[in-house]
């Protein structure tokens, strides 16, 4: 039997660790939690845009609709084309890709427009060839290249 002058419970010091672990617990998965949805958005994004551009070059290279294809890139967006450049395409074709305000799109690319010759699906020109950037406001980068033989490749 107990003892009447002892009282079971938790005294005001154990309550405030219990209560101090649980917010540094809380704290660090809410971390990890935001920095894996950051790396989650630029990977997606990333593996549209390679898909879309491979896309492009698939829909030259089997000369659909007799035209060439492109993609157009701007800072948060991106537009998958027909036509012989992105300023004579054929806006009517034009399926526009919007990434959000939180990334950001740039290219090495010149006028940032890849675009595929009908029947070859190769680059048409040395400007077509470079390194799209997508960049992540809060955290985190990613580079997607295309090389003189129409190579899709994220980095």
């Given at each position: 039997m107990m003892n009447p002058k002892f009282k079971t419970g938790f005294t005001?010091?154990?309550?405030?660790?219990?209560?101090?672990i649980m917010v540094i617990v809380v704290s660090a998965?809410?971390?990890?939690?935001?920095s894996l949805q950051t790396s989650t958005e630029i990977n997606e994004l990333a593996a549209q845009i390679v898909?879309?551009?491979?896309?492009?070059?698939?829909q030259s290279q089997s000369g659909l609709n007799n035209n060439e294809h492109g993609v157009q890139f701007e800072p948060?967006?991106?537009?998958?084309y027909q036509g012989?450049?992105?300023?004579?395409?054929?806006?009517?074709?034009?399926?526009?890709f919007d990434v959000g305000e939180a990334l950001t799109l740039s290219t090495t690319i010149v006028d940032n427009d890849v675009h595929?010759?009908?029947?070859?699906?190769?680059?048409?020109?040395?400007?077509?060839?470079?390194?799209?950037?997508?960049?992540?406001?809060?955290?985190?980068?990613?580079f997607i290249s295309v090389n003189s033989l129409g190579v899709v490749v994220e980095e």
């Open positions: 005001m010091v154990e309550l405030l660790i219990v209560i101090g998965g809410a971390s990890l939690y935001s898909q879309n551009v491979r896309l492009a070059q698939g948060h967006r991106y537009i998958l012989a450049s992105y300023a004579l395409r054929d806006v009517a074709y034009d399926r526009i595929f010759l009908t029947g070859l699906g190769l680059p048409v020109n040395p400007g077509s060839i470079g390194t799209i950037t997508i960049v992540h406001a809060v955290n985190g980068s990613r």
